[in-house]
């Protein structure tokens, strides 16, 4: 057997197993956020399981530099999650150059209000709202799950989940990089420190009771494995409860793409981490009649 063979059956069999055959429910193109003078219209995809309700739910923000990437790109793991008993929210935001970070947190913050808002047509439970993202969308996630005065009457968050997560200290990393390899980054978050300041995760540290996991690639991008490290060093310093899972033989895309297969250590840790800061996932398929 050839590898490449090895792998495509590898692949297929990710495919085809049991999970693969639960039916889901999918809609798409839902607005979440109507276009305005500062904002554009923007639209998200929801997953759920075909049967039951108060299902935990989750709000996944992509990755992508903050430049780049969509949520259709993202169908299998919606998919795939919602097999496994979570409604699962994948959420297109506005990209810079265009638009700016504020404009990106916005965004994010209106995502969660709407699944809040609306995720119970769709089988999910608006108390169990999960908010996790990848790379920047990590970096997104964080910002929103620990800000303050994002939401009326505090962030309606029951976790966050950041999959190899960048720019947790970003107003440290531009202080140093900007004139260098930083520069290329001040399209999202402008020439303004302020701005920097106030769209840095580790700043908010503490300042939410809102549980986190973050699951870090061995082999990721150094300034990954910089701010991650300063996060969570800050965070212990601090006495902050920080979940963390670490991946030693991954890179940073691997890091979504295990979620093709479903005996990855991906799925352990973000399910583990769901039931763990909520009822069992098998709770809800238990209100169903078979």
């Not at 639209?43 to 923000?61: D, I, K, T």
């Not at 200290?169 to 140093?176: A, V």
Request: hydrophobic share 40%; charged share 25%; with cysteine.
């Amino acid at each position: 057997m050839t590898i490449r063979n090895f792998v495509l059956g590898l692949f297929l069999i990710g495919l085809f197993d049991a999970c693969a055959f639960r039916r889901i429910h999918r809609t798409k193109d839902i607005t979440y956020l109507q276009s305005t003078d500062s904002l554009p219209e923007k639209r998200l995809n929801v997953f759920s399981p075909s049967r039951g309700e108060a299902y935990p739910v989750m709000v996944f923000v992509h990755g992508g530099s903050w430049t780049s990437g969509k949520k259709e790109i993202y169908d299998f793991f919606g998919s795939r999650m919602a097999r496994r008993k979570v409604v699962t929210v994948i959420i297109d935001y506005p990209l810079s150059p265009e638009y700016k970070i504020y404009s990106m947190e916005e965004a994010v913050v209106a995502a969660v209000n709407w699944t809040r808002e609306n995720i119970a047509d769709f089988g999910g439970d608006p108390d169990q709202i999960f908010l996790s993202g990848h790379s920047a969308g990590g970096h997104l996630a964080a910002l929103v799950a620990m800000k303050t005065g994002l939401f009326e009457g505090g962030a309606p968050l029951k976790g966050a989940i950041l999959n190899d997560p960048g720019a947790l200290d970003m107003d440290r990393y531009l202080e140093e990089n900007w004139e260098a390899s930083g520069k290329k980054y001040l399209r999202t978050f402008t020439e303004d420190r302020v701005i920097w300041r106030d769209h840095t995760p580790l700043n908010y540290l503490g300042a939410t009771q809102v549980p986190m996991i973050i699951m870090e690639a061995g082999r990721t991008y150094p300034t990954i494995t910089e701010t991650v490290r300063n996060f969570r060093a800050a965070a212990e310093k601090r006495g902050i409860p920080l979940e963390y899972s670490f991946y030693p033989r991954k890179h940073h895309i691997p890091m979504m793409l295990q979620f093709f297969f479903t005996w990855t250590k991906g799925y352990r840790d973000v399910l583990g981490f769901i039931e763990k800061h909520s009822y069992s996932i098998d709770n809800a398929a238990a209100q169903s009649p078979m």
